[in-house]
């Protein structure tokens, strides 16, 4: 498998590019989460916020001009703006998020795209939430879990497999999304939990996996060359280390106990320098 391809990747260069990352504010509402696999535990909401306002630091200093949509007090898992769209070179899809509580975050998102890209969606009776799909250049894997059915995948695979696009259905055990289980770290290079996803599933990536007394930190956000990760995994951050990952590290604990992660809280996308907001 190659991760060249007919289809634009961050690796390929091409025309001048500003990076945009959209982020919301977090809900008010946030201790009122969807919560599948983790126990209902206090979120400390000023800390994650905190927390939050670190991660788009970070996200800045990796060259992202932050757009910030506003919190909805309706809407306590809205902070999780990757789940509503899934954001190509060409075009964004907007999802129909498998928990119906969550149906309501995708106007403010879809707003924010509308000028980036042509927009599609996902329609009833498709389910499928931005979490379970992993773009490796023009290879799209999409998870099989609770919040993504059959219809939503076969409607992705349809949009996508026109445009140059394979689109592979994923098995994954005991967590909430694909890229709970496994992450991409770096062009070839994915960061898994390999009691969470089997990495033949990737063929022709490398992987390196999770330490095992960090099962939940296979979730890294690639922007550019550089991966921000949870301080929270120090084991791992190591190994990413060492198999040459340059890791900028952010605090995470609040969010993580909304069963959410680094790539769950923005939406990244390239845009040309000339359309670029001022
Ligand atoms: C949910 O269950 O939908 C939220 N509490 C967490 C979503 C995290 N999103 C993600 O991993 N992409």
Redesign the pocket.
């Known amino acids: 498998m190659s991760v060249e391809g007919p289809v634009p990747d961050p690796w390929n260069q091409g025309e001048p590019k500003v990076r945009i990352a959209i982020t919301r504010e977090i809900s008010a509402a946030l201790a009122r ?4 696999h983790l126990e209902r535990r206090e979120i400390d909401l000023p800390l994650a916020r905190r927390q939050h306002a670190d991660y788009e630091r970070a996200l800045e200093s990796l060259g992202c001009r932050v757009v910030r949509l506003p919190q909805d007090p309706d809407l306590p ?1 809205s902070v ?1 703006v ?2 509503v769209a899934v954001v190509l070179g060409e075009l964004a899809v907007l999802t129909r ?1 498998g ?1 119906p509580s ?1 149906r309501g975050e995708t106007p403010a998102v879809e707003a924010a795209l509308r000028p980036y890209r042509r927009l599609r969606r996902i329609e009833e009776p498709g389910t499928l ?3 379970d799909v992993l773009v490796v250049g023009p290879h799209v894997y999409v998870g099989d879990t609770g ?1 993504t059915n059959r219809a939503g995948f076969v409607q992705l695979r349809d949009l996508l497999g026109p445009l140059g696009y394979s689109v592979a259905r994923v098995a994954v055990r005991g967590c ?2 694909l ?2 289980a496994v992450t991409r770290v770096a062009r070839d290079l994915l960061l898994l939990n390999p009691e969470r996803v089997e990495a033949e599933a990737f063929p022709g990536l490398r992987a390196v996996a999770v330490d095992p007394e960090e099962p939940a930190a296979a ?1 890294a956000l690639l922007v550019g060359g550089s991966v921000i990760f949870p301080g929270e995994f120090p084991r791992t951050r190591g190994r990413l280390q060492e198999a040459g990952v340059d890791v900028v590290t952010v605090a995470a604990s609040e969010l993580a106990k ?4 680094v ?2 809280c923005s939406l990244v996308l390239e845009i040309p320098a000339t359309s670029a907001p001022i």
């Not at 989460?33 to 599948?36: A, F, H, W």
């Not at 909304?258 to 992660?261: D, K, M, N, P, V």
């Open positions: 989460c969807e919560l599948t898992d999780f990757e789940d998020p928990a969550r939430d931005g979490g919040r909430l999304h890229k709970s979730n909304a069963e959410g992660a790539t769950c």
